[in-house]
DNA sequence: ATGAAAGCGCTAACAT
DNA sequence: ATGTTAGCGCTTTCAT
């Protein structure tokens, strides 16, 4: 059952294959005649252009791939939506591959998407170790996305998390709060930024004394379990500022079973707007990340080497936004 | 900076280009001599195969396809695990594409991998008419999931809706439960099987009188909505189950505030068992779908085809699953 | 055990 | 405007 190929419609159409090509590739040099001819022998045999042919013989194969470290993060559904977009409208296709978050089926996915001669690989979050990303970037061009890269050798899209976590305690310190707690992300990814977001924040403030780290690591329980470190502590904050949604959430419903009332007595402060924050009963603010501008800059970024010739590595960095919900108010009154 | 080719090893290795293609195939009639050298010779020169022009040579890509229409939906992500194992296990590789839920992208995602002569198509919620489906599983083999198709023409994987929803009722039933309700789907996917699997499983339970469905539509606000009429109507129901999650999250915090304890006074069940309903507060009862497996019998179907021969069209049901949560318990004594 | 040669399905000069 | 020819990088007989 293998499929026709060019040379079946122009025996069918009475022409020679390089016309069949010519008319497939919508070249304008070919007669009325002939294309309607090929066309109709392409249509009667249900053609299907062979992509492995096509890309041995131009060279290119007219495709990204992105290798997802993990698929049940959603953050990257809209960073692909936003890479998909930007390389449709210069020709290109974009491929997919999962690694599971794990470091060795990573390399699997990468390996394989490069066999395939991707003309540009995104790496989403992936937890691969940097010599083995830098390796792959000496076959293809690849952006780093969503992973601070320290050495300054990989293209880079990430966001100001300083600035987001400097966001969320603006806020705070608008709506009249100083004793703003921070639930940290742990060893987690971004969570040292977010951290130090916080503390420059307070210090620049003058709130530096007031400042209150409690561990956390992204997870609801970690949330639920820092609130009643905070609760029991001694001087109890007016705001916390959890540096995720999940753990925000796991904060707020410990404080509510606390008979804690937020925002009245203690706003709450999330990162990264994720569908949870959204939830009408949650209505979380929270610190955005333009997610489909990460998924256009990334494309940018690759576009920049295939045919602006970039060999520099460039980092691009975006801004985050606060969202208001309502889980924030002003301070109470003492 | 073009890649290095297998002619390149062969005269660096000072052997043939054939010789170099059956050391790095591993084939055994080689000696030890000539594999080292070309071991070697391909090592230093960072060579990386072409799997176009392996493809196109071997007349296979070992590619599996899967058309995820939205990559939202972490339920895939799921099903997605279950693909990727199972396949590499058959020496296959995983390549998706994302139709972002629009039918104009889904058909080129589709097209793409099938021009990308991927041995097998995933098609995993598609929105696509049936006929662009089955005109895409004349060129390839094409797996259905979730998904019910209506003309037993393409292998299908999908759950026992029906079934699921039963359960659901079984469970109240057997807590005591006489006033069902029902907050359904609407038109959405599965939501009919749903509907009915509850409308038969009262009736078995001969509490056909007590059926009541209200219009949902998946969506939180939805659930809300169908609560607030609910409680409005005259009898009130003494446990509610929902087309979904979402829904019975939106039901849920409908009734809490309107003072209504779950699930002392009403006992909720969901569908899915999304993340949503793994929350601490929520811990929702719910069904759970074996979203792995759904994967690995898509794979299955495309082996029974690929080396099986398979031609009928075959449909698998998996069996869906209560998982409990704390909202559901005894009915209320009267 | 190794090499020569043909061919996979297509594109891309180069002729005519 | 159309056809001829030579690859693209690899696999695969078929010789030796």
């Not at 001669?117 to 969503?146: D, F, H, N």
């Not at 956390?216 to 329980?221: P, R, S």
């Amino acid at each position: 059952v293998s499929q026709p190929t060019i040379v079946d419609i122009a025996a069918r159409a009475g022409v020679s294959k390089s016309l069949v090509s010519l008319v497939l590739r919508g070249s304008p040099k070919v007669s009325e005649e002939s294309r309607r001819a090929v066309l109709r022998a392409a249509e009667e045999l249900d053609y299907r252009p062979n992509a492995m042919a096509r890309g041995l013989a131009q060279r290119r194969s007219s495709i990204f791939g992105v290798m997802l470290s993990d698929l049940h993060n959603t953050f990257f559904a809209d960073v692909l939506d936003g890479i998909d977009a930007r390389s449709r409208r210069e020709g290109f296709r974009t491929l997919l591959a999962t690694g599971h978050r794990k470091q060795s089926l990573e390399a699997e996915a990468i390996k394989a998407l490069v066999e395939l001669r991707t003309e540009g690989l995104i790496l989403a979050a992936p937890r691969l170790s940097m010599p083995k990303i830098i390796e792959a970037s000496r076959a293809v061009p690849v952006v780093l996305v969503s992973r601070p890269a320290r050495e300054a050798v990989i293209d880079t899209v990430m966001t100001d998390e300083v600035a987001g976590a400097a966001a969320a305690v603006d806020h705070l310190v608008e709506l009249g709060h100083r004793r703003i707690a921070h639930i940290d992300g742990g060893a987690g990814a971004g969570a040292s930024a977010r951290r130090s977001g916080y503390l420059r924040a307070m210090e620049r403030h003058a709130l530096g004394a007031n400042a209150q780290v409690v561990r956390g690591d992204y997870t609801e329980a970690g949330g639920a379990a820092a609130v009643a470190r905070l609760l029991d502590g001694g001087a109890r904050p007016t705001a916390i500022f959890a540096a995720n949604d999940l753990s925000a959430l796991g904060a707020l419903n410990a404080l509510l079973q606390r008979g804690v009332r937020v925002p009245d007595e203690i706003s709450l402060v999330g990162y990264d707007n994720t569908s949870l924050a959204r939830l009408a009963h949650v209505d979380l603010t929270t610190i955005d990340q333009p997610r489909r501008e990460i998924g256009s800059a990334a494309v940018e970024l690759l576009l920049e080497r295939i045919n602006g010739g970039r060999r520099k590595p460039r980092r691009v960095v975006l801004s985050p936004a606060l969202v208001l919900g309502r889980t924030t108010a002003e301070a109470p009154q003492p």
